[in-house]
């Protein structure tokens, strides 16, 4: 139950939500390629790409949409946008991104730290 409501409290602020995505869209990777593993080296089945393909493709789009959306509320420079979004390219990428964004404070509004 305390993870549903932590889950609940992030996708509440922008921030939190990119969490959410980069999270998310680092585990689909992961999925993707166990898929590709299990496609090419084991079972010699696409089943498992092509379970995790789709699901991969839209995890991504919503990483991008949550990183256009974060980088604009938040006024994060071109180069910090930038990287963000080459993050989603290589696999697990977007986690490492997000735990350092965390990190420098990137990912809290500023009315959220006057309030808190």
């Not at 959410?20 to 696409?46: D, F, Q, R, T």
């Not at 393909?53 to 256009?68: C, D, E, K, R, S």
């Amino acid at each position: 139950m305390r993870a549903v409501n932590t889950l609940i409290n992030m996708a509440r602020s922008t921030g939190g939500r990119f969490r959410l995505a980069a999270i998310a869209e680092a585990w689909s990777w992961a999925g993707l390629l166990a898929g590709m593993c299990l496609k090419y080296l084991v079972v010699h089945n696409p089943l498992g790409v092509q379970i995790m393909g789709p699901i991969h493709g839209v995890l991504f789009l919503l990483y991008v949409i949550a990183t256009i959306q974060v980088a604009a509320e938040l006024r994060w420079s071109r180069t910090t946008r930038l990287v963000a979004l080459i993050a989603a390219i290589p696999p697990l990428t977007t986690w490492p991104f997000e735990r350092w964004a965390l990190k420098r404070g990137m990912l809290v509004d500023m009315d959220e730290t006057a309030s808190a």
